[in-house]
């Protein structure tokens, strides 16, 4: 997250945050039904959720405001002030 989803951001390296993600959810889904269950899987399981969310309401916004910056959408756009980013899971 800290080198492709930090302030400063491309849709490039969102979509590079957006596969490793992928990837890394995977592995541990694997290690979900193969291992012992602890709090720290849990942990890392929720956390690689959090950042999945971030990595896709961010692709979603075309443009920059406030503390985020998306280089391919350098400006502020008044028609998205009073949006809000809603994100829902495909089932």
Same mark, same amino acid.
């Given at each position: 997250?800290?080198? @492709? %989803?930090?302030? %400063?951001? $491309?849709?490039? /390296? #969102?979509?590079?945050? $957006? $596969? /490793?993600?992928?990837? #890394?959810? &995977? &592995?541990?889904?694997?290690?979900?039904?193969?291992?012992? %269950?602890? *709090?720290?899987?849990?942990?890392?399981?929720?956390?690689?959720? %959090?950042?999945?969310?971030?990595?896709? *309401?961010?692709?979603? /916004? #075309?443009? *920059?405001?406030?503390?985020?910056?998306?280089?391919? @959408?350098?400006?502020?756009?008044?028609?998205?002030?009073?949006?809000? $980013?809603?994100? /829902?899971?495909?089932?």
């Amino acid at each position: 997250m800290w080198d @492709y %989803v930090g302030i %400063v951001r $491309t849709n490039k /390296r #969102l979509q590079r945050a $957006t $596969t /490793r993600i992928t990837n #890394l959810q &995977e &592995e541990i889904q694997q290690y979900y039904w193969n291992f012992i %269950v602890t *709090s720290d899987l849990l942990e890392l399981r929720n956390i690689a959720t %959090v950042a999945e969310l971030i990595v896709t *309401s961010a692709l979603q /916004r #075309l443009e *920059s405001r406030g503390l985020h910056y998306n280089l391919d @959408y350098p400006k502020a756009d008044p028609a998205w002030a009073q949006r809000n $980013t809603v994100v /829902r899971k495909e089932r």
